[in-house]
């Protein structure tokens, strides 16, 4: 069973950065996809980036597309979400997730780990 915990939240003001880390220990999910979800209060959990293991491949919401980019390091089991130009409706809590299989989804039913999640203020 992989374990997965976030960190690197925490509150910033509108035009603002932050980065979100994901350690991942355990089971290896080298070749497996990891995805960043967050969940406002009152809404549903929304799918956020996602990225392969291995290859580099990505993919983004389009509210994140062009200010979020996410990346890993598999020396370190590292997955990172770089957050720039933050805006008041980023603000929730972030949750990253890995999943078996090669094939990346926006579905959050599709990921069988899930961390703790870390929570991202942005103040206007």
């Known amino acids: 069973q992989v374990r997965l915990v976030e960190s690197g939240g925490g509150l910033v003001q509108a035009g603002g950065s932050l980065r979100l880390s994901c350690a991942a220990s355990g089971r290896t999910f080298s070749s497996y996809p990891v995805g960043w979800f967050r969940q406002a209060p009152g809404k549903e959990r929304e799918f956020v980036a996602a990225i392969r293991w291995s290859g580099g491949s990505t993919d983004y919401s389009g509210s994140v597309k062009g200010r979020f980019t996410i990346s890993r390091d598999n020396a370190k089991s590292t997955v990172y979400l770089q957050m720039n130009s933050l805006e008041p409706g980023d603000a929730a809590v972030y949750y990253c997730?890995?999943?078996?299989?090669?094939?990346?989804?926006?579905?959050?039913?599709?990921?069988?780990?899930w961390g703790q999640g870390t929570q991202v203020t942005v103040t206007s």
């Open positions: 997730a890995a999943r078996e299989g090669l094939a990346m989804t926006r579905s959050s039913g599709g990921y069988s780990s």
